[in-house]
């Protein structure tokens, strides 16, 4: 199973991962990440607090754990899983709870990063096939269009790019692109609208990825739907 952690956002299925303790690397631990519900329910009440998404008390971590440490290996001396969660020295504790966190749920940053990628995706700008990295190198338009992928010293700092949300680029955006994300994100909205989900029960048993991310796909069809509609009917003016 490959690990989410690679890739900066979770996933779409609720996958367990195996985490080593800090103090003792030889044990290790078996995460599943929170549903969807859940971690709305700790954050409406004030287990998680929206500045910093840090945990508020000891004893509210090691509830917080119990809801997702679902196996352990190598654990020696602890019969369950509560008695090691009990006892777990408060530096594994904080690292635990903080991964639990970076793969169950899509901060602030990682919406707006998915948001921007979206906005690329949908943007007729970039539809044309010169915009494809290995047809926009051959074609040598890579230095004017400021490609990412190019040392700075080695791209145009005054690029010529069509402007995403109003907003000039300095750097080609598709160079910026994460496939693997947008693939996701993608993969989230074709499943919802087929009415297929990945996690079993309702909306609140899935990632937070997947809600998000369908949430936020429909938006920017709908958003894109909408301008080309105005476009049509200033054309016709």
Known sequence: MENPF??????????????????????????????????????SNAYLTSKDDSYVT????QEF?????????????????????????????????NKL???????????????QMLDIQFNDA???????????????????????????????????LPKVDGKRLTVCPISALDGYVLNQAGSAHQMLDKGIL??????????DFFVKATTLYKRKISEAERNAMEESKSKRK
């Open 6 to 43: 690679l890739y900066g956002f979770p996933i779409l299925f609720r996958e367990p991962v195996w985490v080593p303790l800090i103090t003792d690397p030889e044990t290790l631990v078996l995460i599943k990440p929170l549903p969807y519900s859940t971690i709305q329910s700790l954050q």
């Open 58 to 61: 000891q004893r509210t971590t």
């Open 101 to 115: 966190f970076e793969i169950s749920t899509v901060n602030a940053e990682q919406s707006e990063r998915l948001s």
């Open 126 to 160: 970039f539809q044309d096939d010169s915009w494809n990295c290995t047809i926009c190198q051959e074609k040598k338009l890579d230095y004017a269009r400021g490609c990412g992928y190019l040392p700075e010293d080695k791209r145009d700092r005054a690029p010529s």
């Open 198 to 207: 990945p996690e079993e029960g309702g909306m609140g048993n899935q990632t």
């Open 65 to 97: 754990l119990e809801l997702a440490i679902i196996d352990t290996r190598d654990a020696i001396g602890f019969p369950t899983i509560a008695s090691l969660i009990k006892q777990l020295p408060k530096e594994d504790a904080t690292y635990l709870s």
